[in-house]
């Protein structure tokens, strides 16, 4: 390839690996997603050897287990404060639209505001209900540490990959 092409391919694909950092702190995006897009464009550009098309699996596979986990630790964190199933569920989908809707922080605070709702509702004590607002926020926390590890491991992958095994 070209080496003014190829740096243009890198300055591209570190501009969205960037954004897919933020991504991971701040979800607008899923992060995770965004740094895999990069990976994958940076692939298609710079060809896939076989060290790249092992990396890219690697990324695939990170990418997919870090979004299950994220969503894990945080319903293990409200369920472990003893939030029913149906508060969780509609945080969860309180928290989509809030995100489509109202980004950034629309979709935190409408699954909050859902979570905390449901469980007053169904509990009847305020106290109680802000427990389980409580762990969610705490998994949400644990879940953008664990996201933002995932996507740290994506990020050197993809610099072994265009630096070391081209």
Do not use: C
Request: without cysteine.
């Amino acid at each position: 390839m070209n080496p003014n092409l190829l740096l243009a391919v890198h300055v591209f694909v570190v501009l969205i690996l960037l954004v897919g950092a933020f991504t991971l702190v701040v979800p607008v995006l899923p992060g995770l997603v965004v740094i895999w897009v990069g990976a994958l464009l940076y692939g298609l550009a710079a060809g896939f050897n076989l060290a790249g098309g092992i990396i890219f699996a690697l990324l695939t596979l990170i990418m997919l287990a870090g979004s299950a986990v994220d969503y894990l630790v945080v319903g293990a964190s409200v369920r472990q404060s003893g939030t029913s199933w149906l508060a969780i569920g509609l945080a969860l989908v309180g928290g989509i639209l809030g995100t489509i809707f109202f980004p950034p922080i629309g979709g935190l605070l409408a699954a909050l505001l859902l979570l905390f709702l449901v469980e007053f509702i169904r509990l009847k004590d305020w106290r109680k209900a802000l427990v389980s607002a409580r762990g969610m926020l705490l998994g949400l926390g644990w879940s953008t540490l664990t996201r933002i590890a995932f996507g740290l491991a994506m990020i050197i992958l993809w610099i072994l990959w265009a630096f070391i095994f081209k």
